[in-house]
């Protein structure tokens, strides 16, 4: 045994509440516990990142961590905290969202090992395709009372709520669902241990209790706290939806953009849980910013640690080249680096003209680029005097009046930037 797991997750902030028991369980010997996770997509989100995390502490201790893929409860939509229900996916669906959550998961989890507490992937679609629904309420349903089941918070909070469509009875047998998840794999697995969300709590006691009455055994459960932000907005969510962590879906840039722009009070409860710093390291660097906040230290070293896990050192270093582009120093070859999806990033927001790649044949002349032909200064007066004052870039390099814009110029074949001064930026996109 490497650690006591629950004694990590305390120091770190990750337990919200914990079953009398479990930590004396975990360290009897290796044990195993698992985390759902919902296959609606082919990506996690940065809101996934926290039972990931939760799985690789376990692995780390020396215990084995089960990742369950959940094929049939994505089918019927889990009534904590939501409003409403989920979409059916079929079969094939579900199997290729498996196959590309596993490959993110191996990020963090070791799957292949040859130790013992080598991680497994479920899909809890597995067995519960065949189970018949006489099946189901004969040898699970009998088990559980409907007090049982309506005493859950996440039940009653749907049933209080004033949501006219109230709450379907397939949501009402999730919990049974889940709960027979937890039994399915405490059987089949030796798994005695579920955690999650502290918004599952009721879900994952309903599992140990089906343990009780029919496997005759003890389950445990630990739930950690959801994730806030000091600000009230919603963890993991932008303007632009979710944070992913597929980079097709959010480009490292972005990526390393939302965990930089964190407020000092987040950043310092985030390093805890989404980095695997140990305590002294955390603590000398909480110390170190607060000496000198304006410099940012935590936020940096969150953004750095978190992007380089879920991507790449690589990624990283494009993420923080790209973000030096609109703070620091660059060049015009450091644009040219940029993909076109990070360029865009970059860039976003930026006004922007649409030219035709003929323009360029020639070379496009500087009043015709800053203002006759694209409105980016008021006038070709005002044009003339800026170049006079050197305040013109193009592509972070400055120019005169008698520069050409030419194919040479384009960032990813497409684009041209120009600016003014050290904030005022402008787009050219060149067009067939």
């Not at 000398?284 to 230290?297: F, K, T, V, Y």
């Not at 879920?310 to 660059?330: C, M, P, T």
């Amino acid at each position: 045994m490497k650690t006591n797991f629950v004694q990590e997750l305390k120091w770190r902030g990750m337990i919200h509440d914990v079953m009398p028991g479990t930590e004396e369980h975990l360290m009897e010997k290796m044990q195993a516990a698992y985390v759902g996770i919902d296959p609606t997509a082919d990506s996690l989100h940065i809101g996934h990142l926290v039972g990931v995390m939760m799985l690789k502490h376990f692995q780390l201790a020396g215990h084995k961590p089960i990742a369950l893929v959940g094929g049939a409860t994505g089918m019927i939509g889990d009534p904590s905290g939501k409003s409403a229900e989920r979409n059916l996916l079929d079969e094939k669906t579900l199997r290729r969202n498996q196959e590309a959550l596993k490959a993110q998961l191996s990020r963090f989890l070791d799957f292949d090992g040859t130790e013992s507490n080598a991680a497994i992937l479920v899909n809890n679609y597995d067995w519960m395709k065949d189970f018949s629904f006489l099946d189901f309420i004969r040898d699970v349903g009998k088990h559980i009372t409907v007090n049982y089941m309506m005493a859950k918070d996440s039940v009653k909070k749907r049933l209080s709520s004033d949501a006219k469509e109230g709450m379907s009875f397939t949501e009402f047998t999730y919990q049974l669902v889940q709960g027979y998840d937890f039994l399915y794999l405490y059987q089949n697995h030796d798994c005695a241990l579920q955690m999650g969300g502290s918004d599952q709590w009721g879900n994952i006691t309903s599992g140990t209790e089906l343990i009780r009455r029919i496997g005759g055994g003890k389950g445990y459960a630990l739930t950690c706290p959801l994730i806030t932000k000091a600000d009230g907005t919603k963890f993991g969510k932008t303007e632009g939806g979710n944070i992913w962590l597929d980079a097709h879906r959010t480009s490292p840039y972005r990526f390393y953009q939302y965990w930089l722009n964190t407020s000092d009070v987040d950043a310092e409860k985030y390093i805890k849980i989404f980095t695997f710093l140990n305590k002294e390291s955390i603590e000398q660097l909480i110390e170190e910013h607060n000496e000198a906040p304006h410099m940012r230290l935590l936020q940096k070293k969150l953004a750095e640690e978190v992007t380089s896990m879920v991507h790449s050192e690589a990624d990283l270093d494009r993420a923080v080249q790209a973000s030096n582009i609109l703070f620091g120093k660059s060049t015009s070859e450091d644009l040219k680096q940029l993909d076109e999806q990070t360029f865009l990033d970059v860039f976003e927001g930026v006004p922007q003209a649409q030219l035709s790649m003929s323009e360029l044949e020639n070379g496009l002349d500087m009043i015709g680029a800053l203002a006759a032909k694209t409105g980016f200064l008021g006038s070709n007066g005002e044009a003339r005097r800026e170049l006079k004052q050197n305040s013109i870039s193009v592509n972070k390099e400055k120019v005169k009046e008698d520069y050409l814009i030419t194919k040479t110029d384009l960032i990813n074949d497409k684009f041209v930037l120009l600016q003014r001064g050290k904030k005022n930026y402008y787009v050219l996109v060149m067009m067939d």
